[in-house]
């Protein structure tokens, strides 16, 4: 299976500052015949379930917000909240897909300062 | 727009058989190659995918939990299903259902999920 390691485990941002949060894979998820990572980034609030933010690490689903942003590859990954909102407080995972059994990062949760 | 809605009990016995209905709306199993998937979470913890299910039937599990589980598509009613035999505590999780994104591609993210329900194993 491939592990996936997210970093920090939690952090508090305050409102219009920038957030980063980290996920590394056990193995490359970079696939060499197309140049595709296949890892995916989620939301998910209180009561809800996960939504769909950043596919293909870097692509950024329809109708969320260019604040969010997904880069890396091979085995590092990066989700960047370029300027923290109130409603950005939530658990973040990271997914890769290169593999079954597919595996999430353990979450990380953003806090406002 | 495609929606997916689980239900089932809520409360399970140690030891029984967890049984879960996904429902599909807004687009039809069998019309389409999609693959569609099963993934938990315990409580306050992290996301596990359990299986998934090929609109033909064709099945694939995570081997942690391979053994136990069974998922089956019921293209008549526009259900696939999930089945969780010998529960214990550690299977107390709210359990998502989800569709694969990309046409006939196992090897995709989730989207959309369902809003998922709780079950409780617990005598």
């Known amino acids: 299976d491939i592990v996936m390691t997210q970093s920090p485990d939690s952090l508090a941002v305050s409102l219009g500052e920038r957030a980063t949060i980290n996920c590394k894979s056990s193995?490359?998820?970079?696939?060499?015949?197309?140049?595709?990572?296949?890892l995916a980034w989620f939301q998910q609030k209180p009561g809800q379930p996960p939504k769909l933010l950043i596919y293909?690490?870097?692509t950024r689903e329809s109708g969320v917000p260019d604040r969010f942003s997904g880069s890396g590859s091979g085995t590092d990954f990066t989700l960047t909240i370029s300027s923290l909102q109130a409603e950005d407080a939530a658990v973040y995972y990271c997914?890769?897909?290169?593999?079954?059994?597919?595996?999430f990062g353990q979450g990380t949760k953003l806090e406002i300062k | 727009q495609l929606q997916l809605q689980e239900s089932g009990p809520g409360l399970v016995k140690p030891s029984e058989t967890l049984s879960l209905t996904c429902t599909v709306s807004?687009?039809?199993?069998?019309?389409?190659?999609?693959?569609w998937g099963w993934i938990r979470q315990p409580p306050g913890k992290g996301l596990e995918w359990i299986g998934t299910i090929y609109y033909s039937g064709a099945t694939y599990y995570n081997p942690s939990l391979k053994s136990r589980v069974t998922i089956f598509v019921d293209t008549s009613k526009n259900q696939f299903s999930l089945r969780l035999s010998s529960v214990t505590a550690a299977d107390t999780a709210l359990y998502y259902c989800a569709r694969h994104y990309l046409p006939a591609a196992i090897l995709s993210w989730f989207d959309p999920w369902g809003q998922g329900t709780l079950v409780t194993v617990s005598s």
């Open positions: 807004g687009g039809s199993i069998s019309s389409s190659d999609y693959y």
């Open positions: 293909w690490a870097s």
């Open positions: 193995q490359s998820v970079l696939y060499s015949s197309n140049s595709k990572n296949y």
């Open positions: 997914q890769q897909y290169f593999s079954t059994p597919q595996t």
